[in-house]
C-alpha cells in the first residue's frame, strides 16, 4: 500500500514587483522571467532513466514510512516515521537519468504573466498558484508570491486610498484668485483657487485618488494650498508692500473659519 508515501511540494518563490502610481491606480499585467526548478524533460520527473528503472523500496515495502518499537518507562510503544532509506518515497532509482541525475528536475527559466488589480499598496503579496518550484517525482509545485514594492511619485503622496498633493501659489495668486493645472493619476487636472484663499486650505476632490483593492470606492485627491512668500524684492516691491501694510484689507484680522481651518491644518498633520 502506497498509503504513507508523503506527497512533495515545491518551494515557494517570492519576488518583487515595483508598480508606479499610474500602474497603482489601473491595475496592470506583468511578465517575468523566473528561474526555478523545473520536471527534467528527458525522463518526466521519474528520475530514473526508464521506468524499469525503479524499484519498490525493499525497507518500507513501498509505504514510504518504517514503524520502529521503542521501549519506554509505559512499555513498548510503536512509532512511524519516513523511510531513511527512500527519503519517504516508498521507491527507489537504479539507473538515475542523466540529465537531471536522479532528482526528476532540472533549473531552467519560464516566462509568467500575471495580473495585479488595482489598488494595491507597498508590501502586499499576491499569490500565483503552482508557479513555484516543481516537486520531486510528481509531487504539487510550490507558489510563486509577487511582493508589492510601490515607486515614490515625484509629486503625489499616498495615504491609503488618498492622494495628497503640496500646491505652492503666489501672493497674488491668492489674493485675486486663479485657475491652476495640477498633476493627478490620469494626467494634468484644472482647479480654481478662489480670490482670498489662505495659506493651508485643504481642496479635498472627490474621486481622484486611488481605488480600493477590496472594489469599495475610490479615494480622493486632498490639495494642501500653500502660499510662496517671497524671499527678495527690489526697492520698488518694497515701497509696495510698506504701502499695503496701512491698509485696511491687508491687515491680519483672521475670521472664525480661518481659525478653524488652522485647527484643522493641524490635525492634518498630527
Known sequence: ???????????????????????????????????????????????????????????????GVVTKLQQTILGQMQTTQPCPYCNGEGRRVVVPCKKCGGSGLVKDSEEISFKIPAGVSDGMQLTIQ???????????????LVVIEEEPDPQLERDGDDLIYSLFISIPQAVNGCQVEIPAVDGKLKIKIEPG????????????????????????LLVFVQVWIPKKLDKAEKEMMTKLESSENFKANPSQDDKNLFERVKQFFS
Open 1 to 63: 500500500s502506497s498509503r504513507g508515501q508523503r506527497v512533495a511540494r515545491g518551494s515557494d518563490i517570492r519576488i518583487r514587483v515595483k508598480l508606479s502610481l499610474a500602474e497603482i491606480a489601473h491595475g496592470v499585467e506583468k511578465r517575468v522571467k523566473i528561474n526555478k526548478m523545473m520536471v527534467c524533460p528527458d525522463c518526466h520527473g521519474r528520475g530514473a532513466a526508464s521506468e524499469a528503472d525503479i524499484k519498490t523500496c525493499e525497507h518500507c515495502k513501498g509505504t
Open 130 to 144: 503552482g508557479k513555484g518550484n516543481a516537486a520531486r517525482h510528481g509531487g504539487v509545485n510550490g507558489d510563486l
Open 197 to 220: 484663499t489662505q495659506p493651508g486650505k485643504v481642496l479635498r476632490l472627490r474621486g481622484k485618488g486611488l481605488p480600493s483593492v477590496n472594489g469599495y470606492g475610490t479615494g480622493d
